[in-house]
């Protein structure tokens, strides 16, 4: 088996296995005696330590690079959250009594929004054109959390143009998300990390004003 995949695989085993094992205790946080929020929290938590630390052990600077670069731009996106809450009117969270950014968005979607861009961006990296398939697997990812989170009672949007219980208009901007931050990746990958902070920042700043020109065109 060639070393590119073995990483692959390595990622998609655990991913895999973490899934298998928070999508049914998400369902059914009673099974645990956990409230959802904090379930969430420790899940989120959980994916963000192990992540870097099974990349450490298999010595795959990549991986953990990769990490690294999209640790702060997850941390930044919930403030586009909160913008939609707070200003916008056009999102809800569900008190699950988790604590809240600004009252707002809960604290465990700093490390969420990692837990869709990483495998991403991961996999789209080692594809042939890989702008094309972050944007393709991003609307496909996000369309499935957007339909699965009210169901879960993760959020709902709300005042909005919807199709079958969420919203239409953040698909094309999750979708340009997911390109942008392969493209940013791409462009950082080998300079310092304080550029790649500013790097991850910029694609944050620019979702949410995608986000913003989205809900006046098609919300």
């Not at 992540?51 to 010595?59: A, D, E, N, V």
């Not at 600077?61 to 707070?86: G, N, T």
């Not at 094309?132 to 957007?146: C, D, G, K």
């Amino acid at each position: 088996m060639s070393r590119l995949a073995s990483r692959n695989r390595a990622a998609i085993i655990f991913h895999l296995v973490f899934f298998a094992i928070a999508i049914p205790l998400a369902l059914k946080p009673s099974l645990v005696s956990l409230s959802l929020g904090d379930l969430l929290l420790y899940l989120v938590a959980g994916y963000v330590v192990a992540l870097p630390l099974i990349g450490l052990l298999r010595k795959n600077r990549e991986w953990v690079a990769l990490w690294w670069f999209l640790l702060p731009l997850s941390m930044a996106l919930p403030c586009a959250d909160w913008m939609l809450v707070q200003k916008m009117g056009t999102l809800h969270f569900p008190d699950h009594g988790a604590p809240r950014l600004g009252g707002a968005v809960p604290i465990y979607f700093l490390g969420m929004w990692l837990m869709l861009l990483w495998p991403l961006c991961w996999i789209s990296s080692h594809t042939r054109f890989p702008l094309l398939s972050a944007a393709i697997m991003a609307l496909i990812a996000f369309t499935v959390w957007e339909w699965a989170a009210r169901p879960m009672g993760l959020w709902h949007a709300q005042d909005v143009r919807q199709f079958h219980g969420f919203a239409l208009y953040p698909l094309i901007p999750e979708m340009l998300l997911g390109a942008g931050a392969m493209w940013m990746w791409q462009i950082q990958r080998n300079r310092p990390w304080l550029s790649q902070l500013a790097g991850a920042l910029s694609v944050a700043v620019f979702y949410a004003g995608a986000l913003s020109l989205s809900l006046l065109w098609i919300g």
